[in-house]
């Protein structure tokens, strides 16, 4: 008789079998419950070229509902807009911070350009003179035109960070140039210069007042005559240089802000209307006004969010009245609404989904089974590889002494 361990080989085999389905079933409902435990994976929709991102605007990335019987999957944040600040030539433009930073010491001449905007370029202008002579420095140069104005200050170098920065606070930023020049060696050399020329001009005093000649005298005269100019040319250089290097030099110019167009938002819902559950996308371009923009949602379901393009899901059946408003930093406020239709699936679609449902369990059965027959049929090989000899041996018969 066909057994193994007492049990027979037929039996054995289709005990595997049924173990290998029942494991299958349990792998395929384990699979199916963790699915449904993990919830709506998040989605990131890119912004497409010509859809007025926000720039500036303050949003919640969370991407949750805020309303009291909000779900934490059903309102997603698919796009946000950063703020950036621009050259005058459209390219992108380091920080104002970066106009701030410390004033060189030794032999270096500092010189920064600024340029911002301001609603009176004319008062502003003056309001950087003003910072000018508060701290000790003056005005190299000033003028007005009809819609911008240019003032050139020094203000001294230890004083040329706080000063930058109450510039700044004037207008808004528009670009920025900051140069430094060490001329350490040229003001030692024009040093080196002056004490020369000084040691000639000595030289030839002595010489003058012990000259017996007339045409001597005229000769150590007009020598004398151009070493005074070079010495009174390399003191001006060095006084100039001195100045460059102990006053910092800050070109300001100053044009004037346009006045904004008004605020405006335009709410694009897609799709608008559908079967339970309902995914919609919602965009809010918003055009005008100041920057940066503040948008909030009322999905018209209990749920709110912030941010420019949502996703929301409906999940039941109804008219829902969607209103979005946008607040920007003068504090105007636009409002726009939209009507989101939602209808109960019908039966055939109901039927579908439930066949769905049924395949996918079958199929996560086939695939179940597939994987406990991998980890089982291994295991039972060897087991029965260890047990058959054993069971044999035990059935020897065993022979009588005569």
Do not use: C, W
């Not at 969370?62 to 703020?83: I, K, L, R």
């Not at 270096?108 to 000018?132: D, G, K, Q, W």
């Amino acid at each position: 008789m066909n057994r193994l361990g007492g049990v027979k080989r037929r039996q054995a085999l289709l005990g595997l079998a049924a173990a290998i389905v029942a494991g299958g079933f349990v792998v395929a409902l384990v699979n199916m419950g963790a699915g449904l435990t993990a919830g709506p994976a998040y989605q990131t929709l890119p912004v497409a070229s010509g859809s007025n991102p926000v720039l500036g605007s303050t949003y919640n990335l969370g991407g949750h509902g805020v309303g009291p019987d909000s779900s934490p999957y059903q309102t997603e944040v698919v796009s946000t807009a950063e703020t950036l600040t621009t050259t005058s030539g459209g390219g992108p433009a380091a920080p104002p911070s970066n106009a701030t930073q410390g004033s060189p010491g030794g032999a270096i001449e500092l010189s920064t350009s600024l340029t911002i905007s301001a609603p009176h370029p004319e008062e502003t202008a003056s309001a950087v003179s003003a910072l000018a002579y508060s701290v000790g420095g003056y005005v190299a140069y000033q003028s007005t035109y009809n819609s911008s104005a240019y003032v050139a200050i020094r203000v001294p170098a230890a004083d040329y960070r706080a000063v930058m920065g109450q510039v700044e606070a004037l207008g808004s930023f528009v670009s920025l140039t900051t140069n430094s020049n060490d001329v350490t060696v040229q003001y030692t050399d024009l040093n080196a210069t002056l004490t020369s020329l000084q040691t000639e001009r000595g030289a030839l005093l002595r010489l003058l007042n012990e000259s017996s000649s007339i045409n001597g005298t005229l000769a150590i005269e007009s020598q004398l005559q151009q070493v005074n100019q070079q010495i009174n040319e390399v003191e001006s250089q060095i006084l100039q240089t001195r100045t460059l290097i102990d006053f910092a030099t800050i070109y300001v110019t100053v044009g004037q802000t346009s006045a904004p167009s008004a605020l405006s938002v335009t709410l694009v819902v897609t799709p608008d209307n559908g079967t339970s559950p309902l995914s919609v996308t919602f965009n809010a371009v918003v055009k005008g006004g100041s920057q940066p923009y503040v948008v909030n949602y009322n999905f018209g379901d209990g749920d709110a969010a912030q941010g420019q393009i949502l996703i929301h899901t409906y999940y039941e059946p109804g008219d829902y009245k969607v209103l979005v408003s946008v607040t920007d930093q003068n504090g105007t406020v636009v409002e726009r609404g939209a009507t989101v239709k939602v209808s109960a699936p019908s039966i055939g679609s109901g039927l579908s989904a439930f066949m769905g449902t049924v395949g996918g369990l079958l199929v996560g059965v086939v695939e179940g089974i597939v994987e406990v027959a991998v980890v089982a049929l291994p295991i039972a090989a060897v087991g029965a590889a260890i047990l058959i000899p054993l069971r044999r041996r035990n059935q020897k018969p065993v022979r009588q002494s005569q």
